[in-house]
């Protein structure tokens, strides 16, 4: 859902006092001060298990029921409460804008003011990095009706909390388990709306499936300020195998979920492909080097070590 559907949900949850929540994985959402606010069910089986145990009736507006992204050993791959009704009141193929507005009208919920973001200024953090403290800079920092492309996975899980009462901004992800298609979906954005910032927020492992993006955004002098988390490793792949069960893994298997030996230069990467970079490792040097690129008019890329 997005622009005149959110509204319409915000009305209805207002006066219904039922709750919005949205899928973890969601191609485009209007979010910040000003929008709709939405909860988004968590990636993690067991934190969307805990979030959605207490909901005894879901209402399905363009969405499917909550499932697990993987079936993982002695876990369900349904997560909300056993006995929970789930009704579906539109799917995705059908007119989601014509759907609320009836249900609005059917609950006399449509001349309610919609429940709206407050936009709340937000101080950088500094000091020691931790993965909230990358949230905060972000949210300070984020320009009014920005674009976010959000691959940075493991890293970023709590970064759409943490922008929640940023400025207004449209947020971007995949549907799927595709790895990479952040570097390209930021091009694609920022083509499509080149008066808007784009900001791409990238895991290491995954920009490397498409590091030739980094080429086209040069060449083309988008305005993408492009943050690489340097974890030296695929880390969601890493989550992954250990939420398999699988507790020993040999040197082979680490091998193929590291990236290492050599370590990656991304400055150097991204010099060498015609676009601005530098390193930073603190959150202080983040909240520089994310205030530089986005007042540069052209791409820049900030590696962030972890």
Not at 28 to 35: P, Q
Not at 275 to 297: K, M, P, Q, V, Y
């Amino acid at each position: 859902m997005r622009g005149r559907g959110l509204e319409l949900a915000g009305q209805i949850a207002t006066k219904t006092g039922c709750k919005l929540i949205c899928e973890h994985l969601n191609p485009r959402v209007e979010r910040g001060a000003g929008r709709v606010p939405l909860t988004r069910i968590p990636y993690v089986v067991d934190q969307a298990i805990e979030m959605l145990e207490d909901f005894q009736h879901l209402v399905l507006v363009g969405a499917k029921p909550p499932v697990a992204f993987f079936a993982y050993p002695n876990k369900p791959n349904v997560l909300v409460a056993e006995g929970a009704a789930i009704v579906q009141l539109v799917s995705v193929e059908q007119d989601i804008v014509s759907a609320l507005e009836s249900l609005a009208i059917e609950l006399n919920a449509h001349r309610t003011s919609p429940h709206l973001t407050p936009h709340k200024q937000i101080a950088p953090a500094r000091g020691k990095t931790t993965l909230d403290g990358i949230g905060a800079v972000i949210a300070s920092l984020l320009p009014e009706n920005a674009i976010v492309i959000d691959e940075s996975l493991t890293t970023g899980r709590t970064f759409w909390t943490h922008t929640a009462n940023a400025n207004p901004h449209d947020w971007l992800s995949s549907t799927g388990g595709s790895i990479g298609f952040g570097l390209p979906l930021a091009i694609g954005a920022s083509v499509g709306a080149p008066d808007r910032k784009v900001i791409a927020l990238e895991g290491d492992g995954s920009a490397m499936y498409t590091l030739q993006a980094l080429w086209t955004i040069a060449r083309e002098q988008l305005g993408i300020t492009i943050i690489i988390f340097a974890n030296r490793g695929y880390r969601i792949l890493q989550g992954e195998l250990a939420s398999l069960g699988s507790c020993k893994t040999g040197r082979r298997a680490i091998d193929m979920l590291t990236i290492d030996r050599p370590t990656l230069d991304w400055v150097a990467l991204a010099r060498g492909e015609g676009i601005d970079a530098h390193s930073a490792s603190s959150l202080d040097e983040l909240a520089r080097e994310l205030n530089h690129g986005l007042a540069s008019n052209g791409p820049y890329l900030i590696e962030f070590i972890i």
